[in-house]
């Protein structure tokens, strides 16, 4: 458990938009929710590759692919993303063969969790939406 509510493997600014890190800086950390924190480093060790979010601090254009809200091109007031338990990242292996993996059960995660999939689907969307299995769903949006 992540005592801090921190990443071991992201800073805040890959998770938040810009304008809420402008505002809030490190409390940003207190918007998101510490399962999906939790979840996405585990992704992230056991996967062995770095993992996108967002990377406008590095000059990139992904800004809506964690935290999201109002004002956003994305934003949903009903959306995992809007409540901070939502991410969706890429990475160098495609998110298909994520998505097997965690159905076979080679990757683990320390909470439950949602993914999106549907045909052509080019990232990994995980979200830690109110749920009392302890395993991980699949769905069509």
């Known amino acids: 458990m992540i005592s ?5 493997f992201f800073k805040i600014q890959e998770l938040v938009p810009e304008a809420v890190y402008e505002e809030r800086g490190e409390k940003s950390w207190q918007l998101l ?3 999906a924190v ?12 770095p993992l996108t979010v ?8 992904r800004d809506e692919s964690g935290l999201r809200v109002t004002g956003m091109e994305y934003y949903s007031p009903y959306s995992q993303h809007s409540f901070g338990r939502a991410f969706d990242s890429v990475c160098e292996i495609p998110a298909a063969e994520i998505r097997h993996r965690l159905k076979e059960g080679s990757i683990t995660l320390p909470h439950p969790a949602c993914f999106e999939e549907f045909e052509g689907m080019n990232w990994l969307h995980m979200d830690v939406r109110n749920m009392r299995n302890n395993h991980v769903y699949f769905f069509k949006p």
């Open 33 to 35: 929710d510490f399962r």
């Open 4 to 8: 801090s509510n921190k990443a071991r």
């Open 38 to 49: 939790e979840n996405l480093d585990s992704l992230r060790a056991q996967l062995g590759v």
């Open 54 to 61: 967002n990377n406008w601090d590095i000059g990139g254009t």
